[in-house]
């Protein structure tokens, strides 16, 4: 496997297509403007490695997250190129490049389907990977051993790609979920393993995911949570990040359907 690089303008790189189409450039919309009444800290960070693995090419991302409870989701690219990913309460997802000094806005509610783990497990909803929040409903709920399935569908089957989720939990932890097309046939899967708990949240610090193309093909992408912290940030921490007054607007790039 060969490590990929990106071009010179992260709006027009097939990088930065990439990463909108796999969901790493999203947030979580309904989770920034739900509460939190279980969490009692204001502010949350976190240092995330990302893997993907595409036709024997690996894709290594590397990024910090910001959290500031009730307020914005501030995510700081790092590798393989900088950009700062800003996105409030609103919706509305601010992308901005230090080299050109850059900044593209997207407000697509599409991309609020997708999250974060750090902040999936901030929902109330968390114990069904906040399901009942994308408008499923749960529908029949086993019992496994030490287990527990459970089976959600879609309120309306004939707007959604999706005919049905699947979530297994082990002591009200969800360890693995499975997206079904309407075909019946798993078009993504995902593992959660290596939680970590702090006072009030506990979360998974790695998460493998398997998705699948019509033609049988796989994608799989590894996330590694580490130094996740409550307190004591670096002073430069950028919380209350914003982009500066000089930063060129530019049209984001078009998101392939």
Known sequence: MTDSSCGSNFFESKIGKRLVRSGLLS??????????????????SADVTTRQVVNNKMLRIERQLYYTVGGDLVVHYTHP????MKTNRLGEVLIYQ??????????????????EVF??????DRANLNLTRMG??????????RRVVKTFTPTQLEDKIYSKAVVVTEQ??????AFYDRSDRVVRKTYY??????????????????AYDNA?????????????????????????????????????FKMQQ
């Open 172 to 177: 009200d932890r969800p360890i693995f979920c």
């Open 98 to 115: 230090p080299s050109v000094n850059e900044v593209a806005m997207l407000q697509d509610k599409a991309m609020a389907d997708q999250s």
């Open 81 to 84: 190129q900088e950009y700062y």
């Open 193 to 210: 393993s290596d939680y970590t708990t702090l006072p009030a949240l506990t979360f998974p610090s790695r998460v493998t995911q398997i």
């Open 27 to 44: 947030s979580l919309f309904c989770v920034l403007c739900s509460p939190i009444a279980l969490f009692a800290q204001q502010r949350l």
């Open 136 to 145: 499923f409903v749960l529908q029949k709920v086993e019992k496994q051993g």
């Open 119 to 124: 902040m999936l497990f901030l929902s109330p």
């Open 216 to 252: 049988g093909d796989s994608t799989i992408r590894r996330e590694e949570y580490k130094n996740i912290r409550t307190a004591g940030f670096a002073a430069d921490a950028p919380f209350d990040f914003h982009v500066p007054a000089s930063a060129r607007r530019v049209s984001p």
